[in-house]
Structure formats: C-alpha cells, structure tokens
C-alpha cells in the first residue's frame, strides 16, 4: 500500500514523515489516541488540525451515524427536494450562536466551501467584490478562500495570485481602518483566534472598533469559526465575545460540527443577507452544492450538538484549559525561552523566543520520540500548536506539560 501511495498520491508527504521518525501511517484511533502499524499508542493533539473534536470513534455520535445509513429509506441528497432535518440542526447553531434568532444556514462539505459561500453571501448583499483580511490569517485552500490567507507559503507553488483584497495586520487598527473607510470591501473576513496563525486573539476593545467602522461603511462582518466553533474556545461560539448589539453578519463553522467523522461546514447569517444571494430570481437553489445538508451528515451534526449539550463540554473545557494553561504559564516563568502562551481554550500555541530559533522543532523531536503529536504553527516561526479533542483530561494535558518541560531543560544543557 505505501508503494501504490507513493506512486499515486503523494510520496513527498512520505518523506517528510521519514524525515520526521513518524510512522508512515496510523491504523486505528480510538479516543484520545492513534494506533500505528506495531500497535504502539501515539496521544494525538493534533486531533485532525481540532476536527477530531469528541476524540477519534466517540461511540456516540458514530453510532448514530452508522444507524442512520444502515436503516435506509432517507435519500442522501434532496436534488428536487428539501432535507427537512437539517432545518433543526440550523435552528439548534442558529439559538447558541450570537445570530438573531431568524438567521438562515447554508451547509456545505468543508471550511474553505463555506468561507466561499459567505464570501458570495457579502458580495451579493453589498454588491461590492474586495475584502478585506489580516495577516497570518487562514481561510482555506480552495481559490478565493486561499487569497484571502494572510500568508504566502499557500501560494508558493503557484503563478501570481493577483487580487484586489486587503490584507492588514490585525493590531494595525489604523491601517484597516483607512482601508475599510474607502467603503468599497463586500466584507472583512477573520479569526477571533487565529488558528494557523499562532494563537492571537482579538480583544474586545480592537473588535468593538472593527464592528462600528464595518457598520459605518457597509461592510459585512465575517466570522471563520472553522476551528473555533462549538466548544474549542470553552465557548459555543468564539463569536460570542462579539460587545452587545454588535454581533457578526455572518459565522463559517465546519470541522468540530461533525466530530471529523463526516464533512460538514455551514455558514449562518442575518436572512436579508441571505435573501440577497437565493432571493434573486431564479436563484433558490443555484448556489447549493449536490451534498449540501446531506443526510448522514445532519445526523452527524445532531449528534454532536446532543453530546455537548449533555456533557456541558464548553465548561467542560474552560476548566481544562485554565489548569493547563496555569501550568504553562508556570513553565514560562521558569523558562526564559518561552516567549508567550496564546489562544484560547483549547486551542493552545506555545512561541519560543527568539534567542532559540530551532526551540520549536526540538520540541517537536522530544514529543515524537514520546509518541505525543503536537503541530507547528505554519504562520508563527518557533511556536508549537495544541489542538486536542475537547474530552482530553488534565492529566493527559500535565503530561506533556511535564514532556516540555523536560525537553526545555535538555535544550538549555
């Protein structure tokens, strides 16, 4: 099977792999873990880049799955038809998001589909075409979503992408200010904690300033939620740090809606932006896709959101995070080489100083060696990213608190 991969899919991955000592590929998951080929256990928090939200197999949302395929009957897509079920889904993310509570849904297959629908959802509402983003932002890899990607290396293999968006850097509040007073951007797209980006966050004075000039220029507000959405900031929305009154015009959420178990993203709006793109004569159904709300998929949805709500997993997971992130504090102040902790909840980045420029890769080999799977952060030199199913437990987290630490003091020897 590696051979036939190499030929036919993509044997520089495999090499990167073996470059790396990780194993070319994992045979079996199962909550918090990954099994390879020996039946070693690898702690993964990385967790499908936060998709793998509930742990890998979580026997209750895949059992459900696997119950509403096996039973039959339902057709998997509504070509000349509606797939009546999704609707409650949309009503369930529509009532805990901060979205007036007659906002409509359009559901897609991944982040990067949905950041494009809202994306035509703007530029149909406000008849413009530009946006506007921020720097080491990450929206995805599909063409519009990659332009607006605050960070060359997605575009490295390709021809010059020459658009007319905006990219700025988030705490240059003057800068995306002039730009936005021109009025002619269809929207601003970003994270309110930057995923691939290094953790930053926006904090509520910055982001208050952004919604009032957006709404005195008539821009809309988009938010990616693709790795914030449903619990991983220990909230159901990071959205909901939005000041009161100044809510988004538009949320993307994909990866953590289904658990990584099926593809599934949506993007929820106001629904006189949403009349602007399917209002149009003739265009009720044009901007769907063949898989759009498609059954498994909306059970997958459903399950997932039952599973939250009984486990209270957003409290669940500030918890979590506040301890781990006092113990990470702990090590900063032991360690001189650990510049910042950032993010929030769980979705954890640690940024080296810069007085050790190959810290993160070091501790990267420390963890592999561990068999723990941590990621770098592809937009902040030096920095290591933790984004572990939300079911982790603290003492999973204060092992590899205790691996760090370990790593850190072999660095400095």
């Not at 990954?34 to 979580?58: F, N, R």
């Not at 149909?124 to 995805?140: E, Q, Y």
């Not at 015009?249 to 106001?270: E, F, H, M, N, Q």
Request: with cysteine; aromatic share 6%.
């Amino acid at each position: 099977m590696e051979t036939l991969y190499r030929r036919h899919i993509n044997p520089y991955w495999l090499d990167t792999l073996e470059e790396l000592s990780l194993p070319s590929t994992h045979v079996r998951g199962d909550g918090l873990y990954l099994y390879d080929e020996s039946g070693e256990a690898w702690l993964d928090l990385v967790a499908g880049y936060g998709a793998v939200s509930l742990g890998h197999h979580p026997p209750e949302i895949t059992r459900r799955v696997a119950e509403a395929i096996m039973a039959g009957g339902a057709p998997g897509t509504y070509p000349w038809g509606a797939n009546l079920p999704s609707a409650e889904l949309a009503h369930r993310l529509v009532a805990k998001s901060p979205l007036p509570e007659d906002a409509r849904a359009v559901f897609a297959c991944g982040g990067a589909e949905s950041v494009e629908t809202a994306m035509k959802l703007a530029m149909a509402h406000t008849g413009r075409t530009r946006f506007l983003s921020f720097r080491d932002g990450f929206h995805g890899l599909t063409l519009e979503a990659m332009a607006l990607n605050g960070n060359a290396v997605w575009r490295r293999a390709l021809p010059d992408m020459r658009n007319a968006n905006t990219c700025v850097d988030m705490r240059d509040v003057d800068a995306w200010t002039r730009h936005l007073r021109e009025a002619d951007h269809a929207g601003v797209v970003i994270e309110l904690v930057q995923g691939i980006g290094g953790g930053a966050v926006w904090g509520a004075e910055t982001l208050a300033t952004l919604v009032e000039c957006c709404r005195e220029t008539g821009t809309l507000v988009i938010v990616d939620e693709v790795q914030t959405g449903l619990g991983r900031t220990g909230r159901y929305f990071a959205s909901e740090k939005f000041p009161v009154g100044l809510a988004p015009d538009i949320i993307v959420l994909a990866k953590g809606l289904t658990a990584g178990i099926l593809p599934l993203s949506v993007a929820l709006c106001r629904a006189e932006i949403h009349h602007s793109l399917f209002g149009a004569p003739g265009c009720a159904r044009i901007h769907g896709s063949t898989y759009a709300g498609y059954g498994a998929g909306i059970v997958a949805g459903m399950a997932v959101l039952d599973f939250l709500e009984s486990h209270e997993i957003p409290a669940v997971v500030a918890r979590t995070s506040a301890h781990v992130r006092g113990r990470l504090e702990g090590l900063r102040a032991e360690h001189r080489s650990v510049a910042s902790i950032e993010g929030e909840g769980l979705l954890i980045t640690v940024t080296f100083s810069d007085d050790c420029p190959d810290l993160s890769g070091f501790c990267l080999d420390q963890c592999i060696a561990n068999r723990v799977l941590v990621n770098l952060s592809a937009h902040r030199p030096n920095t290591i990213k933790l984004t572990p199913p939300l079911t982790i437990g603290t003492q999973e987290l204060d092992d590899v608190v205790d691996l760090f630490d370990a790593a850190l003091q072999a660095y400095a020897e």
